[in-house]
């Protein structure tokens, strides 16, 4: 297999699986719905949207995650464009992206500009401030100057992936989160729950989408813990 190359797999309703993960892209069973109840309510979006809002999300993959975050902000009439950071190693090519989203029409407006830009690495759309970072993340996130107000922790599955939920990449992750700022992953693996409390995170375990039991949620504190005892000093 090119190393490059995602080769994609398509499924026979249509979505893309990613052969060298062995995994989809996104739920099978409402990938859009999934985002909503996962990325946006897991994160306390659109009630959160402020001016000047950054989101950052660890696995860019079709890009479903950034147009329903940038319709959703569009339809919360919030201030300003949304400030939308993607991590990818794996980019697609734009033909699989064009195939992937033309899944939901109701996005194509916002979808075409991503497609026919694609692969880029700065977007400035209506309501948009768009960057791309192409690499493995474990690299390139820890050189990435910014702080995001909420993440959203989507890579492939932690046993197929786990990588992408390294100890280190998720200390970096609490590293790149603005105080009160927040995560929200499908994912419930009590490993990756446990290195995100270690970071700072205040982590809850909630109803995951459809028919997964759980999934994750955190929360910085508005002020680092101060140790309260001399035994913690
Ligand atoms: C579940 S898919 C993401 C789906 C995506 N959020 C969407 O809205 O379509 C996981 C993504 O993580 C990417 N990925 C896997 N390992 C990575 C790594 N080490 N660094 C950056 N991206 C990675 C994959 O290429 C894939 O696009």
Redesign the pocket.
């Known amino acids: 297999m090119d190393p490059n190359s ?1 080769n994609l797999i398509w499924q026979a309703d249509g979505s893309p699986r ?1 052969a060298r ?1 062995d ?1 989809p ?2 739920s099978t069973s409402g990938g859009r719905a999934e ?1 909503e109840h996962v990325f946006l309510a897991g994160n306390g979006l659109p009630q959160r949207f402020a001016k000047g809002f950054q989101i950052a ?9 950034m147009l329903v975050a940038w319709q959703a902000w569009r339809k919360a009439r919030a201030s300003g464009p949304l400030r939308y950071t993607g ?4 980019p697609l090519t734009q033909d699989e992206l064009r195939k992937t989203l033309s899944a939901w029409p109701e996005l194509a407006m916002l979808a075409v500009p991503l497609i026919d830009a694609w692969p880029c690495q700065k977007l400035n759309l209506p309501g948009l401030v768009l960057e791309l970072v192409f690499g ?3 690299t390139t996130l820890p050189t990435w100057r910014g702080k995001a107000d909420a993440w ?1 922790l ?3 599955s932690p046993n197929k ?1 786990p ?2 939920w390294a100890e280190n990449l998720m200390a970096e992750v609490a590293r790149h989160t603005a105080l009160q700022g927040s995560f929200a992953t499908y994912t419930a693996a009590g490993y990756v729950r446990r290195s995100l409390a270690e970071t700072g995170f205040e982590v809850s375990r909630i109803k995951g989408f459809g028919r997964k039991r759980h999934m994750s949620i955190g929360r910085m504190p508005a002020k680092l813990k101060l140790a309260t005892s001399s035994h913690e000093l």
């Open positions: 995602v990613s993960f995994d892209y996104f985002s999300e660890l696995g860019f993959g079709t890009g479903l995650n991590f990818e190693a794996y493995d993340a474990r959203f989507d890579g492939f992936n990588e992408m």
